[in-house]
């Protein structure tokens, strides 16, 4: 093998993506016919994207080991790194405000990141796009807002734009709704905060939105758990449901962490760790879109440092 094709193979197997093992597990079940599983409900299908999941995986060792070398090197390393361990923000015995105090660092460094730059951009001309279409003004859901940094960026953004938008944050801890409506009374942006459980949406939603949007949080959720929210979104989302979060790799896994650190809050550093170990690979959140997104077409792409996953629910 020549020296260009051993790089180029290794290149592939790198950054805990593990493409090519993880094609070749998805070609095998996808020949056995086991790819999309099949659901009815939404219980039902927590439940078989978790398993599928899981097979997914295991079929993934098993090609990782056949490819031998460095594909099973980053496949062992992945399987070391992996975690499925609670951030402190979500420990259910954490007061409200001190989810808070977790919720505004991460704003903090959303914004030192300049990240509330960069999702903005990734989302509006999507916005844009639909508002031209539609002609009218265009309905956004996050969902997970925490205290509603991207929200507000959003419609800030949107109106410097002058793009039509009307935007509403959600979360499901009352300290963060009431944080971030003070916030946007203070930056005087339309924008409100409601309490949406995004596993029962249909509970608190009356109206529905054309964009459903969700950032930092898919690694929060197990595989059956995203597949539920993205189709909750699609009864929802007249159009679009937009999910971004880190790329798996290991550079972000020693990144996350040490930009964490500079917050000066232990538990928040510890939150980046574990968040780091838990992202998701681009072909992971192919197969949770592709089982959950019913008749919608779905892409899954890196916007470095960030996976984005787009799953059109009206596809052309």
């Known amino acids: 093998m020549q020296k ?11 950054m805990l993506q593990l493409r090519t093992a993880g094609f070749q597990a998805l070609q095998k079940l996808e020949r056995e016919r086991d790819f999309p599983p099949a659901w009815n409900s939404m219980k039902e299908l927590e439940v078989v994207t978790n398993n599928f999941h899981q097979r997914f995986l295991d079929e993934r060792f098993e090609q990782s080991k056949s490819l031998g070398g460095f594909f099973l090197l ?37 914004e030192m990141m300049g990240l509330y730059n960069r999702y903005p951009a990734i989302i509006l001309p999507l916005a844009e796009e639909i508002a031209r279409k539609e002609n009218r003004s265009i309905r956004l859901l996050e969902l997970a807002s925490g205290s509603g940094g991207l929200a507000l960026a959003l419609a800030h953004a949107a109106k410097i734009k002058n793009i039509p938008l009307s935007v509403t944050g959600s979360d499901i801890v ?26 029962d949406m249909d509970r608190s939603i009356t109206e ?4 459903v949007v969700i950032s930092q949080s898919l690694h929060h959720f197990t595989p059956g758990q995203l597949a539920m929210i993205i189709a909750q979104a699609g009864k929802q989302a007249s159009t679009l449901f937009i999910g971004i979060d880190g790329y798996r790799d290991p550079l972000l896994m020693a990144g996350v962490p040490l930009t964490a650190s500079l ?23 192919d197969i ?7 008749r919608g077409s779905h892409s899954v792409q890196c916007s470095w440092p960030m ?10």
């Open 4 to 14: 260009a094709d051993l790089l180029n193979r290794i290149k592939k197997a790198t």
């Open 74 to 110: 980053n496949e062992l390393l992945d399987r070391a790194l992996r975690s499925s361990e609670t951030e402190n923000m979500d420990n259910e015995n954490l007061s409200g405000d001190e989810k808070l105090t977790l919720v505004k660092a991460l704003d903090r460094q959303n």
């Open 174 to 199: 009352p300290a963060y709704q009431d944080e971030a409506n003070r916030l946007a009374d203070e930056k005087q942006l339309p924008v409100t905060f409601r309490i949406i459980n995004a596993f």
């Open 208 to 211: 529905p939105f054309d964009l």
């Open 263 to 285: 917050q000066g809050i232990p538990s928040f550093t510890l939150d980046g760790f574990i968040s780091a170990r838990k992202f998701y690979s681009n072909i992971e959140l």
């Open 288 to 294: 949770i879109a592709g089982i959950a997104k019913g």
């Open 307 to 316: 996976s984005v996953m787009t799953v059109d629910f009206k596809p052309e």
